[in-house]
């Protein structure tokens, strides 16, 4: 009964939201207030329903209602209940379902907390974003639909994959769609800003807060992808240029890249075709990372359903929305006006900058990721595009922007001083020379791009330093008055030196761990001991460990260093039930300077020992710091009462154009 | 019935264990550098976009046994690619060779920015006139 | 006006996109063509599987149309291919050689062929894939048609029914035969 309700509840949903893409739009023409209010409640009503659906799956799940063909693929009795929760979306039409979810909870959210939007542009915002619904849930309940039945139904389930029975991964999905579906918020801010004909600084200020939730959640997702790559997979490796990850970051370079174009709209009234369109641009990419996923087009260890005709119909919304979008884009991009005029050298060249590079840089990543499929199509061959061709796309083009990235807050607005700027990082710039330099000589030679990436860090956490005690104006006024400062320091600009200091850090840790891994394989029996980057390993012993569901081959190894440091790891091999899997859990131990790394292998026949794999892993835990901190920093960002209260910006710096607040 | 486990096994557990064994180390290091730096850029043609070194398939394995029994016997890095590629094809590269059919692969991402550079100094060559009347307005207004 | 043709860009560039993806959707990305077509059958040794006198090697290659195929006992697909392998030896109607492919010990091997029968003329043992890599093999069973020169001709994917026979395979034997 549950079931058919949820079903039923979600059939709704579609109707509520063919409903709430015409009516209130329909209104908006005809200057009809009350056809126009329906759009708010609508969106609420339409949340309410898919929630109600999701929670009659998940209770579906929760109960191992067996006769659910979804939860029969997907669960088992066996699973423990936070992952047969997790299950939900641990499978194609689960995960549409919560792609779905999210979407309509974005519209919601405007409805409730978009009281100061014109209630034009906000009906519009709403209609756009229940167009993507209808899309969505007709994908859903026509292709992919969660409650389709079985009878009789069988007596147990088909279990999850093992791998997906991990926190990290439980709550990877949703985070990812958290970040994904924001972006078609923005999406619909852009096409609603078209067909109002008008993108202001207003428009820019409303957009922002909504860019940051979705960048943040993005990069929280694909922070925690990486994460669990690194722990799950075996040797230390988190990042793989697989088509699917690349699905992720692409958008995720976009939206950055939207962030600092919307702030250049807000405070300058510029750049705003540009704005529109990467608005546009983001959403697309999201739009095609399902469609990569789920349509069978590219080989990928990601790839969820590989159903060509659930492709098609992806593919159908891919090219109506996004195309639909591009031509509201030819039609209408021409006539909005830009005001705002600046030098290059200034906060709006910088911004333009960093906007220039993360697009080539996103496009560069589309070019590989797509270029197999146009080969064979052509039917030219086939050709393989893997890590060592994005890495070398991908680096070299990541170093003018951070450089650029410690130079551009200190430039103001309309017109930055060159020479003052360059007078205050003088200092930044030999520190980092300096810090390069020990680098290549004392700790390794043989790279160069490792002493620059160690390098480029230096400058971009130092330079962002300096440039907030600039702003307080450090030692150069009474303490007690840059105290005062910094506490009247705008939110948003925390953000930033938060998001900026936190990329430092991470860049540190990606160029260590890339080139600076140690890694020691071999046999060992008990008793053996290996020196693995000046910590010895001792494997004590190896000992079979029933878990809730599988069988673990747990390896012990104590580990010491000097005479202070005594740790023990009991790295694991587990063999599931239910689907003959056998999956490796490494042992970490995180210290300061890197992370201890073990894994225990088959059974060595010849000699009875153990095969080991044992890595040094460095800096390793500064990359996941230094993400918390990124977002972090759009959190702070967030919670700027401007965001909220919708305060007129400040005219001190504006060109011609007045803002007008609502 | 075991090997149909067996082959579901390592079919489904393929790919998620770092995979060189002890006893296929080389023991020589820099032979074995090289062999390691070389299946890095060897695809596994029977899993999903991975490395023969990072694959636990059977033929992942043999492959790089392959590999280094041709550096023992003396064939150069290139030597050992071309081998393989001869019996794969391309396809069998994770760094696509610069030849015809990636050319644009190659050069795509050098022609997008220089055509966005080109664009960029169109965009601040517009605004220059436009600087140049505010900076006299201003003049004239502080006048 | 160039200002108007570049706001339309995207919409085109979207176009071609769609296009290549819709071309794509039938395609599956894994088929991995042989590059062996029409170039001589690739130099490899293998010894005789036990209790076999002679194993396979590229110079049985020589003025007769032959088909190679790869096989093991641990594969489901040859398993349903082997009936009609069978038919094919007991009619006479090619000679079939086979490379034994990754056997965990040297019996299963001819276990299985003097369980099932067996339909090779000549078999190569193949414990460390030399044969199949020499071949470009990426799963079993794998079929290839060798010329009277020793030109590869044809690879064929996945087990041979007769269905595919009378499509593909036949046809091109009886082109090659009648030259």
Same mark, same amino acid.
């Given at each position: 009964?549950?079931?058919?309700?949820g079903?039923?509840?979600?059939?709704?949903?579609?109707?509520?939201?063919?409903?709430?893409?015409?009516?209130?739009?329909?209104?908006?023409?005809?200057?009809?207030?009350?056809?126009?209010?329906?759009?708010a409640?609508?969106?609420?009503?339409?949340?309410?329903?898919?929630?109600?659906?999701?929670?009659?799956?998940?209770?579906? %799940?929760?109960?191992?209602?067996f006769?659910?063909?979804?939860?029969?693929?997907?669960?088992?009795?066996?699973?423990?209940?936070?992952?047969?929760?997790s299950?939900?979306?641990?499978?194609?039409?689960g995960?549409?379902?919560?792609?779905?979810?999210?979407?309509?909870?974005?519209?919601?959210?405007?409805?409730?907390?978009?009281?100061?939007?014109?209630?034009?542009?906000?009906?519009?915002?709403?209609?756009?974003?229940?167009?993507?619904?209808?899309?969505?849930?007709?994908?859903?309940?026509?292709?992919?639909?969660?409650?389709l039945?079985?009878?009789?139904?069988?007596?147990?389930?088909?279990?999850?994959?093992?791998?997906?029975?991990?926190p990290?991964?439980a709550f990877?999905?949703?985070?990812l769609?958290?970040?994904?579906?924001?972006?078609?918020?923005?999406?619909?801010?852009?096409?609603?800003?078209?067909?109002e004909?008008?993108?202001?600084?207003?428009?820019?200020?409303w957009?922002r807060p909504?860019?940051?939730?979705?960048?943040?959640?993005?990069t929280?997702?694909?922070?925690?992808?990486?994460?669990?790559?690194?722990?799950?997979?075996?040797?230390?490796?988190?990042?793989?240029?697989d088509?699917?990850e690349?699905?992720?970051?692409?958008?995720?370079?976009?939206?950055?890249?939207?962030?600092?174009?919307?702030?250049?709209?807000?405070?300058?009234?510029?750049?705003?075709?540009?704005?529109?369109?990467?608005?546009?641009?983001?959403?697309?990419?999201?739009?095609?990372?399902?469609?990569?996923?789920?349509?069978?087009?590219?080989?990928?260890?990601?790839?969820?359903?590989?159903?060509?005709?659930r492709g098609?119909f992806?593919?159908?919304?891919?090219v109506?929305?996004?195309?639909?979008a591009?031509?509201?884009f030819?039609?209408?991009?021409?006539?909005?006006?830009?005001?705002?005029?600046?030098?290059?050298?200034?906060?709006?060249?910088?911004?333009?900058?960093?906007?220039?590079?993360?697009?080539?840089?996103?496009?560069?990543?589309l070019?590989?990721?797509?270029?197999?499929?146009?080969?064979?199509?052509?039917?030219?061959?086939?050709?393989?595009?893997?890590?060592?061709?994005?890495?070398?796309v991908?680096v070299?083009?990541?170093?003018?922007?951070?450089v650029v990235?410690?130079?551009?807050?200190f430039?103001?607005?309309?017109?930055?001083?060159?020479?003052?700027?360059?007078?205050?990082l003088?200092?930044?710039?030999?520190?980092?020379?300096?810090?390069?330099?020990?680098?290549?000589?004392?700790?390794d030679?043989?790279?160069?791009?490792?002493?620059?990436?160690?390098?480029?860090?230096?400058?971009?956490?130092?330079?962002?330093?300096?440039?907030?005690?600039?702003?307080?104006?450090?030692?150069?006024?009474?303490?007690?008055?840059?105290?005062?400062?910094?506490?009247?320091?705008?939110?948003?600009?925390?953000?930033?030196?938060?998001?900026?200091?936190?990329?430092?850090?991470?860049?540190?840790?990606?160029?260590a761990?890339?080139?600076?891994?140690?890694?020691?394989?071999?046999?060992?029996?008990?008793?053996?001991?290996?020196?693995?980057?000046? %910590?010895?390993?001792?494997?004590?012993?190896?000992?079979?460990?029933?878990?809730?569901?599988?069988?673990?081959?747990?390896?012990?190894?104590?580990?010491?260093?000097?005479?202070?440091?005594?740790?023990t790891?009991?790295?694991?091999?587990?063999? %599931?039930?239910?689907?003959?899997?056998?999956?490796?859990?490494?042992?970490?131990?995180?210290?300061?300077?890197?992370?201890?790394?073990?894994?225990?292998g088959?059974r060595?026949?010849?000699?009875g020992?153990?095969?080991?794999?044992?890595?040094?892993?460095?800096?390793?835990?500064?990359?996941?710091?230094?993400?918390?901190?990124m977002?972090?920093?759009?959190a702070?960002?967030?919670t700027d009462?401007?965001?909220?209260?919708?305060?007129?910006?400040?005219?001190?710096n504006i060109?011609?154009?007045q803002?007008?607040?609502? | 019935m075991?090997?149909?486990i067996?082959?579901?096994?390592?079919?489904?557990s393929?790919?998620?264990?770092?995979?060189?064994?002890?006893g296929?180390?080389?023991?020589?290091?820099?032979?074995?550098?090289?062999?390691?730096?070389?299946?890095?850029?060897?695809?596994?043609?029977?899993c999903?976009?991975?490395?023969?070194?990072?694959?636990?398939?059977?033929?992942?394995?043999?492959?790089?046994?392959?590999?280094?029994?041709?550096?023992?016997?003396?064939?150069?890095d290139?030597?050992?690619?071309?081998?393989?590629?001869?019996r794969?094809?391309?396809?069998?590269?994770?760094?696509?060779?610069?030849?015809?059919?990636?050319?644009?692969?190659?050069?795509?991402?050098?022609?997008?920015?220089?055509?966005?550079?080109?664009?960029?100094?169109?965009?601040?060559?517009?605004?220059?006139?436009?600087?140049?009347?505010?900076?006299?307005?201003?003049?004239?207004?502080?006048? | 006006?160039?200002?108007?043709?570049?706001?339309?860009?995207?919409?085109v560039?979207?176009?071609?996109?769609a296009?290549?993806?819709s071309?794509?959707?039938?395609r599956?990305?894994?088929?991995?063509?042989?590059?062996?077509?029409?170039?001589?059958?690739?130099e490899?040794s293998?010894?005789?599987?036990?209790?076999?006198n002679?194993?396979?090697?590229?110079?049985?290659?020589?003025?007769?149309?032959?088909?190679?195929?790869?096989?093991?006992?641990?594969?489901?697909?040859?398993?349903?291919?082997h009936?009609?392998?069978?038919?094919?030896?007991k009619?006479?109607?090619?000679?079939?050689?086979?490379?034994?492919?990754?056997?965990?010990?040297?019996?299963?091997g001819p276990?299985?062929l003097?369980?099932?029968?067996?339909?090779?003329?000549?078999?190569?043992?193949?414990?460390?894939?030399?044969?199949?890599?020499?071949?470009?093999?990426?799963?079993a069973?794998?079929t290839?048609?060798?010329?009277?020169?020793?030109?590869?001709?044809?690879?064929?994917?996945?087990?041979?029914?007769?269905?595919?026979?009378?499509?593909?395979?036949?046809p091109a034997?009886?082109?090659?035969?009648?030259?």
């Amino acid at each position: 009964m549950i079931i058919e309700s949820g079903h039923f509840v979600l059939i709704l949903s579609l109707l509520m939201a063919f409903l709430q893409s015409t009516v209130p739009m329909i209104g908006v023409h005809l200057r009809n207030n009350q056809l126009m209010a329906i759009a708010a409640p609508a969106a609420i009503i339409q949340f309410v329903l898919i929630l109600g659906s999701f929670l009659a799956l998940t209770y579906a %799940y929760v109960v191992s209602d067996f006769s659910v063909i979804n939860v029969t693929s997907n669960s088992h009795t066996a699973k423990p209940l936070l992952y047969k929760v997790s299950g939900v979306w641990g499978n194609h039409e689960g995960s549409m379902l919560l792609w779905a979810l999210i979407l309509s909870g974005y519209g919601a959210a405007i409805a409730l907390f978009g009281g100061n939007l014109t209630p034009t542009l906000k009906v519009r915002v709403l209609g756009v974003q229940a167009m993507l619904g209808v899309g969505i849930l007709a994908f859903i309940l026509f292709t992919s639909n969660p409650f389709l039945r079985v009878f009789p139904a069988p007596e147990n389930g088909s279990g999850l994959n093992p791998l997906l029975q991990d926190p990290g991964l439980a709550f990877h999905p949703p985070l990812l769609y958290l970040g994904y579906v924001g972006l078609s918020l923005t999406f619909s801010f852009a096409v609603a800003a078209l067909i109002e004909g008008r993108v202001d600084a207003a428009w820019a200020r409303w957009v922002r807060p909504w860019t940051l939730a979705a960048w943040g959640f993005l990069t929280g997702g694909i922070v925690l992808g990486s994460w669990w790559a690194y722990y799950e997979l075996g040797w230390g490796g988190w990042w793989f240029w697989d088509p699917v990850e690349n699905a992720s970051f692409m958008p995720w370079l976009a939206a950055t890249a939207l962030l600092h174009s919307s702030i250049v709209s807000e405070k300058r009234d510029s750049l705003k075709s540009w704005t529109i369109f990467l608005a546009i641009v983001a959403f697309g990419l999201s739009l095609l990372g399902t469609f990569l996923v789920r349509s069978g087009v590219i080989t990928s260890v990601h790839a969820f359903a590989s159903d060509p005709t659930r492709g098609v119909f992806i593919l159908l919304l891919l090219v109506v929305t996004i195309g639909g979008a591009f031509l509201l884009f030819a039609w209408r991009g021409p006539s909005l006006k830009t005001d705002g005029i600046f030098h290059p050298v200034s906060r709006e060249g910088g911004l333009i900058l960093n906007n220039f590079i993360l697009t080539i840089a996103a496009a560069s990543i589309l070019l590989g990721t797509l270029y197999p499929l146009f080969v064979d199509v052509l039917e030219l061959g086939k050709v393989s595009v893997g890590a060592p061709y994005f890495e070398s796309v991908f680096v070299p083009m990541m170093i003018p922007m951070i450089v650029v990235m410690g130079i551009a807050p200190f430039l103001r607005w309309k017109r930055g001083d060159f020479n003052k700027t360059t007078n205050k990082l003088k200092v930044v710039g030999v520190i980092s020379l300096i810090g390069g330099c020990f680098v290549w000589l004392i700790v390794d030679r043989s790279s160069a791009l490792s002493s620059l990436g160690i390098a480029l860090s230096i400058w971009l956490f130092s330079a962002t330093f300096v440039e907030l005690t600039s702003r307080i104006k450090l030692f150069q006024v009474p303490l007690k008055d840059s105290m005062r400062s910094i506490i009247r320091q705008p939110r948003a600009s925390w953000g930033m030196t938060f998001a900026h200091m936190g990329l430092a850090i991470a860049v540190a840790g990606i160029t260590a761990s890339s080139t600076w891994k140690v890694e020691s394989i071999q046999v060992m029996k008990f008793g053996d001991q290996v020196k693995v980057a000046g %910590y010895t390993y001792t494997l004590k012993e190896v000992r079979k460990v029933q878990g809730p569901n599988y069988i673990a081959t747990r390896g012990i190894f104590s580990v010491k260093k000097g005479d202070n440091f005594n740790v023990t790891l009991k790295p694991e091999k587990r063999e %599931y039930q239910t689907r003959t899997m056998v999956t490796t859990e490494a042992a970490i131990y995180s210290t300061f300077f890197g992370d201890l790394y073990a894994v225990v292998g088959d059974r060595d026949e010849n000699s009875g020992g153990y095969i080991t794999r044992i890595y040094f892993n460095p800096l390793v835990p500064w990359m996941w710091a230094g993400a918390i901190l990124m977002v972090l920093g759009a959190a702070i960002s967030l919670t700027d009462r401007r965001h909220r209260v919708g305060a007129p910006a400040r005219s001190a710096n504006i060109g011609t154009s007045q803002v007008i607040a609502k | 019935m075991k090997f149909l486990i067996l082959i579901i096994t390592l079919l489904l557990s393929s790919n998620f264990v770092h995979a060189v064994d002890p006893g296929e180390i080389l023991k020589d290091s820099s032979l074995e550098i090289r062999a390691r730096a070389i299946s890095k850029d060897l695809r596994c043609v029977v899993c999903q976009n991975q490395s023969i070194d990072d694959s636990d398939a059977e033929l992942a394995r043999d492959l790089r046994i392959l590999v280094r029994d041709r550096i023992l016997e003396g064939d150069s890095d290139q030597a050992v690619i071309d081998y393989v590629v001869s019996r794969y094809g391309d396809f069998v590269l994770l760094n696509p060779p610069v030849k015809g059919v990636t050319f644009v692969l190659w050069f795509g991402p050098i022609v997008i920015t220089l055509i966005g550079f080109i664009c960029l100094i169109l965009f601040f060559r517009r605004q220059k006139p436009l600087i140049q009347d505010l900076k006299k307005n201003n003049a004239e207004v502080k006048k | 006006m160039m200002k108007r043709l570049a706001y339309f860009l995207p919409l085109v560039l979207l176009a071609i996109l769609a296009a290549y993806f819709s071309a794509g959707l039938g395609r599956d990305p894994q088929t991995l063509d042989s590059v062996l077509i029409n170039k001589k059958v690739p130099e490899f040794s293998l010894p005789p599987i036990r209790g076999f006198n002679a194993g396979l090697s590229n110079n049985d290659f020589l003025n007769k149309v032959v088909l190679v195929n790869i096989f093991g006992s641990w594969c489901v697909s040859c398993r349903i291919e082997h009936p009609f392998l069978m038919e094919l030896k007991k009619k006479g109607v090619i000679p079939i050689y086979g490379i034994n492919w990754r056997e965990q010990n040297q019996d299963d091997g001819p276990r299985w062929l003097k369980k099932f029968g067996n339909p090779y003329s000549l078999i190569g043992d193949d414990p460390k894939s030399r044969g199949a890599i020499a071949f470009g093999v990426t799963g079993a069973p794998e079929t290839f048609l060798v010329d009277q020169k020793g030109i590869v001709r044809m690879k064929h994917m996945g087990p041979i029914t007769q269905q595919n026979w009378n499509d593909t395979l036949k046809p091109a034997i009886d082109k090659l035969r009648n030259r």
